[in-house]
């Protein structure tokens, strides 16, 4: 398991470098993404690889000439690493419609980071009538054929079948990596899980699916000793610092489950396999499990966060913000009143890229395990 | 001072002054006593965004109410920032637009300059504006316990498709339906079209105000604009607004003729761009004006009739649907930035002053694109001022007077070239 671990460490350490390496070795032209409304399987459909963009590990300079200091991080990086040329090797970049900031993202990197083509999904904001189901299906048909133009290929039903099966069973084998976790969470580290989950977003999804069945049968076959950890749930968008995961588990806690966009909103919910591929393309997202920049009713996130707590019985919920994002931080008291209702205790974290002293978090944590 | 002259600087003054403001007080006092006596006359309220199809609302009798409205008065009468840190106690973060926050901790509290909005009896989100309203109408939705109906305009970043125009004319039926169900009442089609008539002529009367500034010197400025400009937020598609608008549109071009500017010597021209900074108005308004400087136009009140082009009044409810989803904030930067040197062309603007308002990312995000853009192809200087609409803890005096007073110079320095 070692192994399987650290190719994929290796991976998430350096997602370009591994995108230019695929390149080189098989000339697949690999298109990067921001979000997980992004279609992966038209993507895939169209043999071409997609990678997501996590941000930048480096410090923030050419993107300050285009972005105030009250964007968030993960926006900010994006287009810093666009500018500097870390994406050079991308054939080209789809902006599926989130939150004002991706919107401003999508324009600013078409009008700045001329290499590549650039395709925007402006999908429905309300994903819960008819006439949205019937625009998210013309949007990825859209979609659809802006790909084949510019990467001049035809998707075809058949290919799209196939990735649809791939990234169904990536998603299946993902899912049952964290069910098996939350059983037994001295399974593997938090920091592990997230290395997976990046993992896969970012390395070839064959091979990836391949590493990940190993993965699931190396766990299903451990037996972990029991320890007396605290259950904890995980929210917010994306999970980017891996850290975390070690400063919880040292103040005697484990993240069982999560609400991430880089964590089960990714998985949650698989792809119909009966019926005309992008239709059921479109289907998954009205029905996966919203991020906050869409609409879906007015109290589903907060009845998929309690349920989520009480199946996978935690005791605490932590909420992890990236600083000024808007659609999380309007989301967050009414989920923590929910939680409040429900007796389940949580912490509010506000990060940005990179993290305050580690002192201070690990107080933090210490001082809410000890609470729950 | 001498008598003679204190009696020259007040005729000076009231010959600045624009005479129509009395009536636009009046309008608004009146409307807002309408809305907060709805209930007694049974009437219906809804809550919609400044950029959301009112005019289903008017032509139903529904009584709108613009949250964002009541935030401007907030901003204006210095009550944001207890509002914003009620919010923050709330649990909201203070990074969000203060608009919002204002107006979700007002509710509680039923505090701000009229002591609160009269409670919604249904909430219309328009999104073409931002992500925020879909938010803070959740919010509501909630706190209110009313019905939501979400206006979902696609954002337009390169263009306007053929599916978007389908999405978003069947909500124009699917929103009519929400408010006969609503209301137990029929939409009556007649008052529809005419309704819609109004709400095109009103939009062009609007037009023609902002207009007048062409005019050297301009006869009103960006600052009398923010003010004028709530009837067309408010009362777009009534005849009230149309009359008005004709009132003071006559005024303007008579202060035209009359070579009566905002500011006394009108010598540079600028352009403001985003939203006003509420609590600052008249500071800023003076701190340009003793530059001889004027903001003859703006591209935030000119986006309640920016997007005419879009719009047929013979068959209003077909073309409104593209006519709401074109506007201003919802389009790619460099269609903003395009828009904004024909404004420099239009006005014949000297130079660029941009409030990056840390409030609204839809608006704010991309701005440092358009300036250099606007530089680049216009020639002209610009000047960035950091602060926030409503939420008076962003903003720094010292630092924004020394910049203001930097551009001045710049100003004077291209001048003698
Ligand atoms: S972190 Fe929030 S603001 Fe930033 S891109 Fe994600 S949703 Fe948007
Ligand atoms: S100020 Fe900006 S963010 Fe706030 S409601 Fe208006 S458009 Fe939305």
């Known amino acids: 398991m070692q192994d399987l671990l650290r190719e994929m460490a290796e991976v998430v350490r350096d997602p370009f470098a591994y995108g230019r390496q695929l390149k080189t ?26 990678l997501r963009l996590f941000g930048t590990t480096g410090t923030i300079e050419r993107a300050d000439a285009h972005l105030q200091s009250y964007c968030c991080s993960l926006v900010r990086g994006v287009l810093e690493e666009g500018l500097k040329g870390g994406t050079d090797f991308l054939d080209g970049m789809v902006f599926p419609h989130t939150c004002d900031s991706i919107q401003r993202l999508s324009d600013l990197w078409r009008m700045n980071v001329t290499q590549g083509f650039h395709v925007d999904a402006v999908l429905p904001v309300k994903l819960d009538t008819q006439s949205a189901r019937q625009y998210m299906i013309d949007v990825l048909h859209r979609f659809k054929t802006d790909l084949e133009r510019e990467l001049d ?59 990940l069945r190993e993965v699931v049968g190396k766990m299903e076959a451990a037996k972990s000793p029991h320890t007396n950890t605290k259950r904890l749930l995980m929210a917010g968008g994306i999970c980017n610092q891996p850290q975390i995961h070690d400063l919880i588990e040292a103040a005697g806690g484990a993240v069982v489950w999560d609400d991430f966009c880089t964590g089960s909103r990714y998985f949650e919910a698989l792809v119909s396999t009966d019926k005309n591929p992008i239709t059921a393309i479109a289907e998954r997202f009205l029905r996966r499990a919203v991020c906050p920049a869409k609409h879906a009713g007015l109290r589903n996130r907060a009845e998929d966060l309690i349920r989520m707590a009480k199946e996978r019985e935690a005791k605490g919920v932590i909420f992890l913000y990236l600083k000024f994002c808007d659609p999380h931080a309007f989301d967050y008291p009414y989920l923590k009143d929910a939680l409040d209702q429900e007796g389940v205790p949580s912490l509010l974290l506000e990060v940005e890229d990179p993290l305050p002293a580690e002192g201070q978090l690990q107080t933090r944590f210490e001082a809410f395990l000890e609470m729950i | 001072m001498p008598e003679n002259t204190v009696d020259a600087e007040k005729t000076e003054k009231d010959k600045r002054k624009i005479k129509a403001i009395k009536k636009m007080k009046e309008i608004m006092t009146f409307y807002y006593i309408d809305a907060k006596t709805a209930t007694e006359n049974n009437k219906k309220v809804a809550w919609i965004t400044s950029g959301g199809p009112v005019e289903p609302l008017i032509a139903m009798d529904i009584i ?39 107006d979700i901790s007002c509710a509680t509290v039923n505090g701000g300059p009229i002591g609160g909005l009269p409670k919604p009896d249904m909430l219309i989100c328009g999104n073409n504006i931002c992500g925020t309203v879909l938010k803070w109408y959740e919010i509501q939705a909630r ?42 009442r029929k939409l009556d089609r007649d008052r529809m079209e005419e309704v819609g008539r109004l709400s095109v002529a009103g939009q062009r009367m609007w037009q023609a105000v902002l207009d007048t500034t062409v005019n050297k010197p301009a006869p009103m400025s960006a600052f009398d604009a923010f003010f004028h400009l709530a009837l067309i937020v408010t009362l777009r598609g009534t005849q009230t607004a149309v009359d008005y608008y004709q009132e003071l549109l006559d005024e303007m071009n008579e202060r035209a003729k009359d070579g009566i500017g905002a500011v006394p ?16 108005t008249k500071w800023l308004s003076e701190k340009f004006a003793a530059h001889d400087a004027c903001l003859v136009a703006d591209t935030y009140t000119s986006a309640w009739c920016g997007s005419l082009r879009y719009m047929d009044e013979n068959d209003f409810l077909n073309s409104m649907a593209e006519g709401y989803t074109r506007i201003y904030l919802n389009i790619g930067v460099d269609e903003m930035a395009r828009s904004v040197c024909d404004m420099v062309d239009k006005y014949d603007v000297d130079g660029l002053v941009i409030h990056s308002n840390r409030s609204c990312k839809p608006y704010s995000l991309g701005q440092y694109d358009i300036q250099r853009i606007v530089e680049e192809k216009k020639g002209i200087p610009s000047l960035l001022i950091e602060a926030d609409m409503c939420d008076e803890r962003m903003f720094s005096e010292s630092q924004i007077e020394t910049r203001i007073e930097a551009f001045i110079e710049m100003l004077k320095q291209r001048n003698r070239r």
């Open chain 1, 25 to 50: 070795d098989t000339g697949t032209k690999v298109v990067g993404y921001v979000c997980t409304y992004a279609p992966e399987e038209i993507i895939l459909a169209a043999g071409a690889h997609p």
């Open chain 2, 143 to 184: 706190y209110f316990n009313v019905p939501l109906f979400i206006f979902d305009t696609p954002f337009c970043h390169t263009g306007y498709y053929e599916e978007m125009r389908r999405y978003v004319r069947s909500q124009v039926d699917e929103y009519i339906e929400f408010l006969e169900k609503a209301t137990g």
């Open chain 2, 64 to 102: 709108p109410v613009y949250p964002e409205n009541h935030g401007a008065m907030i901003g204006a009468s210095k009550m944001g920032v207890d509002l914003c840190e009620k919010a923050e106690a709330m649990g909201y973060a203070s990074d969000l637009c203060s608009y919002a926050r204002s």
């Open chain 2, 265 to 280: 010597n009108e010598r540079y021209r600028l352009l403001w761009d985003n939203l006003p900074i509420w609590y600052r």
């Open chain 1, 153 to 211: 290929c035809s998707i075809t039903d058949e290919n799209l079948s196939k990735a649809i099966g791939l990234m169904n069973e990536i998603r299946r084998l993902l899912r049952r990596i964290y069910e098996l976790r939350s059983h037994q969470p001295g399974l593997m580290t938090g920091d592990a899980l997230y290395t997976i989950v990046k993992a896969t977003m970012i390395m070839d999804r064959v091979r990836c699916c391949e590493i």
